[in-house]
């Protein structure tokens, strides 16, 4: 890992964020999503997010289009610990987006840690 980091690909930031937990008298979820300690800025490589567009195949009159798009967050160092952070709804920002973490995997070299991320927008009406 040492050098793949030299290689100046790491260029982009990951941090995981951890829900809200308090709750208000209706039930309802109060609070803002924190960045969980350790978890904070690691440099990663990370395709730039675009925006969707809309295909051929999609309707026009559609209201919204929800767009998805998948991606693979490589980070440069060994988090196992977002392993178990995903089952408790963990989500993530690179580069200042936020993303869904939707699993991760770490390898047996302890060297790296790698998460699948969606990324969901809205567009508005064609």
């Known amino acids: 890992m040492p050098l793949a980091i030299q ?13 809200p937990t308090r709750q208000g008298p209706t039930g309802n979820i109060i609070g803002d999503w924190t960045p969980i300690p350790g978890l904070i800025d690691i440099a990663c490589t990370a395709p730039p997010l675009r925006d969707a567009s809309i295909t051929a195949t999609e309707a026009r009159e559609l209201e919204q289009i929800l767009a998805k798009e998948f ?3 490589l980070l440069s160092g060994w988090y196992p610990q977002l392993e178990q952070g995903i089952a408790t709804g963990w989500r993530c ?3 200042g987006n936020e993303l869904v973490m939707l ?9 790296q840690t790698r998460v699948r ?7 508005g009406a064609a």
């Open 7 to 19: 290689t100046g690909l790491f260029v982009s930031l990951f941090t995981a964020l951890q829900p």
């Open 71 to 73: 991606k693979h967050v």
């Open 93 to 95: 920002l690179v580069d």
């Open 103 to 111: 699993g991760a995997e770490s390898d047996s070299q302890f060297t």
């Open 117 to 123: 991320v969606e990324f969901v927008s809205l567009g």
